[in-house]
T-cell receptor, first 115, second 112 residues
């Protein structure tokens, strides 16, 4: 149980393009989903927390207009990187959990490369 | 300042023996701790967790120990198997387990 699916796993696109990444909880209802970013040789850094049906809470230094998060249902959250530039190239990974003080379960991540 | 540290970047263990992975934290507000296992090109897989009201939690071959006074936790894997070879991350959070702070990971290699 507790499977989280993330799609796409790898995307390459031109600078200026907007890219949408999907995160789905397949066998549980995710009241809260989290989006992380990982730079090379560094650990996962939380970008934002989203609760179903409400606006995401962004961590300090994360541009909310750049990284649009939607959590419209209990099984789906999306992260849209708007007008992506090479410095946005990174590994993005989502996690989900069904209630507080329960473990977060992670997707397999999306490697985003902006040319 | 790293609030969660895994000081050993790698660990090599013989199959059948015990693997002990260590993690230290500095934030006394952390009260929920987790261990994740990660294979290349996959997301972290949850292994085991412990809340600050306990000092030990066991699940099969995996046991997590928490020493709050020392701000230290460890993951014991007994017996170690080659399939356990992966990168192990400890993570910590405050109330409600929202913001996870991860350690840098320890690569475990279990030799047959």
């Amino acid at each position: 149980g507790a499977v989280v699916s993330q799609h796409p796993s790898w995307v390459i696109c031109k600078s200026g393009t907007s890219v949408k990444i999907e995160c789905r909880s397949l066998d549980f209802q995710a009241t809260t989903m989290f989006w992380y970013r990982q730079f090379p040789k560094q650990s996962l850094m939380l970008m934002a927390t989203s609760n179903e049906g409400s606006k995401a809470t962004y961590e300090q230094g994360v541009e909310k207009d750049k990284f649009l998060i939607n959590h419209a249902s209990l099984t789906l959250s999306t992260l849209t990187v708007t007008s992506a530039h090479p410095e946005d190239s990174s590994f993005y990974i989502c996690s989900a959990r069904n209630r507080q003080n329960q473990p977060q379960h992670f997707g397999d991540g999306t490697r985003l490369s902006i040319l | 300042d790293q609030q969660v540290k895994q000081n050993s970047p790698s660990l090599s263990v013989q199959e059948g023996r015990i693997s002990i992975l260590n993690c230290d934290y500095t934030n006394s507000m952390f009260d929920y701790f987790l261990w994740y296992k990660k294979y290349p090109a996959e997301g972290p897989t949850f292994l085991i967790s412990i809340s600050s009201i306990k000092d030990k939690n066991e699940d099969g071959r995996f046991t997590v120990f928490l020493n709050k006074s020392a701000k230290h936790l460890s993951l014991h894997i007994v017996p170690s198997q080659p399939g356990d070879s992966a990168v192990y991350f400890c993570a910590a959070s405050g109330w409600a387990g929202n913001m996870l702070t991860f350690g840098g990971g320890t690569r475990l290699m279990v030799k047959p």
